[in-house]
């Protein structure tokens, strides 16, 4: 187990490095002086060159990205030149608004996909698994941006049951508190069913094949009842597929904040990300990014360790 765990740490680590790489380089060969694009097309010449001189741009590119490197392990992730503040303080109060939304709607995902697709597997070739498996190819195929739209107009315009946009901050009472998860409602069942829809799928063929192995026809030939069988013996030996999606899945939520926040006004991450690109502010999107890739590994790392205690054959593996 632990030799197991250690080779998966070391592979994360080495993609952390290639992704600083990847990251930084692609920054470099962007168009356009990001000094000229902050300070105007009317800027002086002299106020340019502070400007390069204080983002560091005189410096050689391979400087530039030790020094970024450097600075970020010992975490100082340099300061923003459009909101002149320490970029890890832009960070965590972005991050209060961006992970609870990304675990709200990875966790409604979950609750949904998980039973949706273990319900088809039941009644496999039924017309039951066909409406489900056909409601969840049309959650696959409507965009996030789309359906977001819609929940605005239906049950922010219309209903009027949710804010359609902004979000009033956590506050410290229980009214804040709620006001702030109502905010998040919306956005965060327009992240959770689009990929509800894709991990029905894959839980519903997980089980699918599972319930035709040899095992699950002697523990029916035992007397146990179905609902025994679904739940204990096949979808535990259906999860491997179903974790390595979820793994997948909070990535993809992670971006997809970058849509969706600016959907919802909200201030998150994925705001962040839009306005610093926008501004040419390198530093932000530099440390944003790898912040969020870093959280992936990290996501990542921990469906591995899932993935040891769902298939034990995996502890004792070289």
Known sequence: MIAYLAKRLSIGLLTLLLASVVVFLALEVLPGDPARIMLGMNASPEALEALRTQMGLDHPPLLRYLAWLTGMLSGDFGNSYTYSLPVIELVLERMAVSLPLAFIALSLSTLIAVPVGIFAAARHGRAADTLAMGA?????????????????????????????????????????????????????????????????????????????????????????????????????????????????????????????????????????????????????????????????????????????????????AR
């Not at 959907?263 to 990300?273: A, E, H, M, N, Q």
């Not at 502010?281 to 040891?308: K, P, R």
């Open 136 to 316: 969840a190819q049309l959650g696959v195929a409507v965009p996030n941006f789309w359906f977001a739209l819609l929940l605005v107009y239906v049950f922010a315009v219309g209903l009027q049951i949710v804010p359609a946009g902004g979000f009033p901050g956590w506050g410290d009472g229980w009214g804040e508190h709620w006001q702030a998860l109502r905010a998040l409602i919306l956005p965060a069942i327009a992240l959770a069913l689009p990929q509800a829809a894709i991990l029905a799928r894959i839980t519903r063929s997980a089980m699918v094949e599972v319930l035709g192995e040899d095992y699950i026809r002697t523990a029916r030939a035992k007397g146990l009842p179905w609902r025994i069988v679904l739940w204990r013996h096949a979808l535990r030996n259906a999860l491997i597929p179903v974790l390595t999606i979820l793994g997948l899945q909070f990535a993809f939520l992670l971006a997809g904040t970058i849509i969706i926040e600016n959907v919802f006004y909200l201030p998150g991450l994925g705001r962040l990300i839009f306005q610093a690109i926008g501004q040419r502010d390198l530093i932000v999107v530099e440390s944003v990014v790898m912040l969020l890739v870093a959280t992936i590994i990290l996501i990542n790392l921990l469906v591995d360790i899932c993935y040891a205690i769902a298939d034990p054959r995996l502890r004792g």
